[in-house]
């Protein structure tokens, strides 16, 4: 049992509020995939983000958690993040290396945790169907462009509304809420 | 234009006098909710953000369900944290072994869920409160933790799809068929960041415990809530379990939805969930032949005092096929008691069944009936992912109460229409 995992992410988060841009190799699913194969319930009896790493996608795919590599970008299609609010799943996607996750759309509990926890993650159905396994692709989070450079192809995404950015740059909802309540 | 029911108690909640969908709004909360899964997570967050204090002590409410009784020695001690955390927040509505039941059919028995109210549970089934005409949502950890500091989230204003029921469904139907037949018809990304909301002439027809299990399913069809209007049986609800205040909210006549759906109850066959997706459904007549090896009647969808009373009426003067491992989960201390004196428990363990106290157990695949590698399941929980009720690669079914019995008595998907003649 660890209690340091909010250290990790906030240095995380840190880095990435500097840098807007993500590149990274990609890892590309299919429709609906649910929070119960990011991480089986069997392992959250566990908060410590590299133990739920070890085991991120393990029902879905074996081979996930020895090819992905730090800045990997996850691209999947439909309903990604479906089924149960564990937050354990974004956690384990992220703590396993994951940089951005690309889909055309997500399960909306999968979406606010995503953003709450500072993971990037944007919807773009053009870029969810066109990218494949293995494409180079860069991510501007500020305003939603995609890059393929393998293909060459660029996509826009829908930015994230003014309010969710102002979420990400305050690292996280609990920094934004704790700076709403100082002001009070 | 005018707002849906959703419509109305969000912008309740955020003090305004309207909203559309699509805006973004912080509102206040009547209660928020989390378990020993996902409120070991929020503890920690809730430390960071420096409040000290929970914001109301009697608007958190902490149910240990999943891993409860103490699977392990790491969900025991993942258990004492929150214990730990509850008692020194004084927090009000935590439940322990003996007071718990499965968080979604406690809430409501307790009181702590009354029409119009705006609730978010660190739990995906959280939506089952719409069935009182409460807006009630599912969220992460960390949305739990800003809630339990501020007493308030942010949403983004749903739109919504209505659903006008309308006649009588038969004597094998239950919430449980017409949600899967639902959820069979639009898919499980059908309802996605919307709101369901159900109303029209046949919700007379549906009691409460089913209007429980459709808006717990809500969440399988993607939607962010499922909501029912109020009416006399809701209200009778509501007076049973609370002495507090409530308000009712409808729709307005020119609410705008982006579907509206006809549901006739008569027309709906008790219907299967095959795996592994709440939407692969079929009806009973079309479900062929599928052998089983566990029958699991409970959780937060189907784990009421209906739902027992629909699997004792099937399983009575029978006895459930050699090799089938029928386990019953009452979902609450209530419901058990209830069942106890109502002899269902009798009738259950003669039939060959066993009786387990109220816990999550084996619906996400925590204990108390994990599957092998190929073994099959007829369940009347919420889910059929890969690897739900254990080996990847065992298949979960879900269903109704009437056919989960059935099956139990036949080894196979059968109707209750086989079994009681």
Redo the contacts between chains.
């Keep these: 049992m660890t209690e340091g995992n909010g250290t990790e992410r906030n240095q995380s988060n840190e880095k990435r509020t500097e840098e807007k841009r993500i590149e990274g190799n990609v890892i590309k699913y299919g429709d609906n995939v649910d929070t119960d194969v990011i991480i089986p319930a069997r392992y959250l009896n566990s908060i410590d983000p590299k133990e739920l790493a070890a085991h991120c996608m393990e029902d879905l795919d074996k081979s996930f958690v020895s090819r992905v590599r730090p800045g990997d970008i996850l691209v999947a299609e439909r309903n990604f993040g479906c089924g149960s609010s564990r937050e354990h799943a974004p956690i384990a996607l992220k703590a396993s290396g994951i940089s951005c996750i690309i889909a055309e759309t997500f399960a909306r509990i999968f979406y606010r945790n995503a953003v709450n926890i500072g993971l990037p993650i944007l919807e773009c159905p053009e870029a969810a169907r066109d990218i494949a396994e293995g494409d180079q692709v860069s991510v501007d989070i500020r305003t939603g462009r995609v890059g393929n450079r393998t293909t060459g192809r660029t996509y826009q995404a829908v930015p994230f509304p003014e309010f969710m950015q102002e979420i990400m740059e305050a690292d996280g909802l609990i920094n934004y809420v704790r700076e709403r309540m100082e002001r009070k | 234009m005018g707002m849906t029911m959703t419509q109305k108690i969000l912008a309740a909640h955020a003090g305004l006098d309207r909203v559309e969908a699509g805006q ?1 709004i912080m509102a206040g909360l009547d209660l928020v909710l989390g378990n020993d ?2 409120t ?2 929020a503890m ?2 809730f430390k ?4 000290g204090e929970v914001f109301d002590k009697s608007k958190v409410a902490i149910v240990p369900d ?2 409860t009784p103490n ?2 020695i ?2 025991a ?2 258990c004492k944290r929150i214990r730990d955390f509850a008692h020194h927040q004084e927090i009000v509505n935590y439940f322990e072994i003996g007071q718990m039941g499965i968080e979604h059919a406690l809430i409501p028995e307790k009181g702590l869920a009354v029409p119009g109210d705006a609730i978010v ?4 089934h ?1 939506c089952t409160y719409g069935a009182l005409g409460a807006f009630s949502t ?6 739990m ?2 809630a339990m ?2 007493g308030q989230c ?1 949403f983004k204003v749903p739109e919504a799809i209505r659903f006008n029921l309308s006649g009588k469904p038969g004597p094998w139907v239950g919430g449980k068929d017409v949600i899967l037949h639902i959820i069979g018809s639009i898919g ?2 059908g309802a ?2 919307q709101s369901m909301e159900f109303g029209g002439e046949g919700l007379s027809a549906l009691s409460m415990d089913d209007r429980f299990t459709m808006a717990n399913m809500a ?1 399988e069809a ?1 939607a ?1 809530n499922g909501i029912f209007e109020v009416d006399e049986a809701t209200i009778a609800y509501v007076r049973e379990h609370s002495a507090g205040k409530y308000r009712i909210y409808q729709a307005d006549k020119d609410a705008e939805y982006t579907r509206v759906i006809d549901i006739d109850l008569s027309g709906i066959r008790p219907t299967v969930a095959f795996p592994h ?1 709440p939407e692969n459904t079929r009806t009973i007549d079309e479900v062929g032949d599928v052998p089983i090896d566990q029958v699991v009647i409970g959780s937060c969808t189907n784990g009421r005092i209906g739902d027992l009373r629909t699997a004792a009426k099937v399983l009575k003067g029978n006895k459930v096929h050699a090799g089938v491992r029928t386990i019953l989960f009452p979902a609450t201390q209530a419901i058990y008691l209830q069942a106890m004196k109502e002899g269902l428990l009798e009738v259950f363990i003669e039939a060959g069944a066993v009786v387990s106290t109220p816990t999550c157990g084996p619906c ?3 204990h108390m009936g994990i599957l092998a590698k190929g073994e099959r399941a007829v369940a009347t929980t919420n ?1 059929n ?4 009720m254990g080996h ?1 690669g065992s298949e979960v079914y879900l269903a109704g109460p009437a056919v989960a019995a059935a099956s139990a008595v036949t080894g196979r998907i059968s109707s209750p229409e086989e079994v009681v003649k």
Excluded: C, M, N
């Excluded at chain 2, 599912?138 to 949305?143: E, R, Y």
């Design positions: 973004l899964v996902t070991p997570v920690e967050e960071k953000i420096g409040a999943h891993f699977k392990d790491k969900s001690e993942q549970g660190a739990d995906s959280t599912g969220v992460g950890s960390t949305d933790a800003a500091a501020s942010w499980v990304d996605l960041y969440i993607g962010k997706l996400l695949g925590g889910r992912f890969v690897g739900r990847p």
